[in-house]
């Protein structure tokens, strides 16, 4: 190679490999949770923030679970909020983010005529 293509070469190769990085970094903190996903108890329990300081879906309450927020710091997290806290914990199910921006909790499996439970109402403030 003559000397004078080396560092333009060495240049590409830098930049490729810092754009890799970049792409793979940008994947792994993806942050969207797309219109009509959901979690569940049996599963994946929890959508986590960015950062993975937060966690929004269910945590474990005695025999049960409840739905809430919490702020996990390695294997600690804290409770921040629940979602109707002064009903009782449930067996299971699911939650959904639906295409109207409500979520949902469901019992599962979903059977004709399961009743869907909103969580928020992103009509009210």
Same mark, same amino acid.
């Given at each position: 190679m003559?000397?004078?293509?080396?560092?333009?070469?060495?240049?590409l190769?830098?930049?490729?490999?810092?754009?890799s990085?970049?792409?793979?970094r940008?994947?792994?903190?993806?942050?969207?949770?797309?219109? %009509?996903s +959901? =979690?569940?108890?049996?599963?994946?329990?929890?959508w986590?923030? *960015?950062?993975?300081?937060?966690?929004? $879906?269910?945590?474990?309450?005695?025999?049960?679970?409840?739905?809430?927020?919490?702020?996990?710091?390695?294997d600690?997290?804290?409770?921040?909020?629940?979602?109707?806290?002064d009903?009782?914990p449930?067996s %299971?199910? +699911? =939650?959904?983010?639906?295409?109207?921006?409500?979520?949902q909790? *469901?019992?599962?499996?979903l059977?004709? $005529?399961t009743?869907?439970?909103?969580i928020?109402?992103?009509?009210?403030?």
């Amino acid at each position: 190679m003559p000397p004078h293509i080396f560092p333009v070469y060495l240049v590409l190769v830098l930049y490729a490999t810092s754009m890799s990085i970049m792409v793979m970094r940008a994947s792994t903190n993806e942050t969207m949770i797309p219109l %009509g996903s +959901s =979690i569940n108890t049996s599963t994946t329990k929890s959508w986590f923030s *960015s950062s993975g300081r937060f966690a929004f $879906g269910f945590y474990p309450d005695g025999e049960a679970f409840a739905i809430g927020v919490r702020l996990v710091s390695g294997d600690t997290s804290i409770i921040v909020w629940t979602a109707n806290r002064d009903d009782p914990p449930i067996s %299971g199910g +699911s =939650i959904t983010l639906g295409y109207s921006g409500i979520l949902q909790w *469901s019992r599962t499996p979903l059977t004709p $005529g399961t009743q869907r439970n909103p969580i928020s109402d992103s009509s009210t403030p």
